[in-house]
Nanobody, 125 residues
Framework: QVQLVESGGGLVQAGGSLRLACAAS????????MGWFRQAPGKERAFVAA????????AYADSVKGRFTISRDNIKNTAYLQMNSLKLEDTAVYYC??????????????????WGQGTQVTVSS
């Protein structure tokens, strides 16, 4: 089992930037993809971005393409989500996830092996 702890959330004005980090611990010697989901008030949890074990393959939700960038550092067992040009609709709790496999197919909740506790991102006008 992999344990995940997010950091970096907060309040930012529209058009601003934030970087989320996710530190993994536990069974980190087994290869696994990492990613981010988010849940806005009154909405279902939704896929945001994913990155494969090697870091060469990434996937993004259409709503964040061109604005968000996912990356990972396997030496530090940490994944990152750089969020630029933030919009009001990006307001949500962001969850870091570890996938069941090493590949980037980590786009549904069924692909998730572990969840972080979540970090709030609030974008204001």
């Amino acid at each position: 089992q992999v344990q995940l702890v997010e950091s970096g959330g907060g309040l930012v004005q529209a058009g601003g930037s934030l970087r989320l980090a996710c530190a993994a611990s536990g069974r980190t010697f087994s290869p696994f993809a990492m990613g981010w989901f988010r849940q806005a008030p009154g909405k279902e949890r939704a896929f945001v971005a994913a990155i494969d074990w090697g870091g060469g393959g990434t996937a993004y939700a259409d709503s964040v393409k061109g604005r968000f960038t996912i990356s990972r550092d396997n030496i530090k067992n940490t994944a990152y989500l750089q969020m630029n040009s933030l919009k009001l609709e990006d307001t949500a709790v962001y969850y870091c996830v570890a996938g069941k496999r090493r590949g980037v197919a980590l786009t549904t909740t069924q692909d998730v092996a572990s969840w972080g506790q979540g970090t709030q991102v609030t974008v204001s006008s």
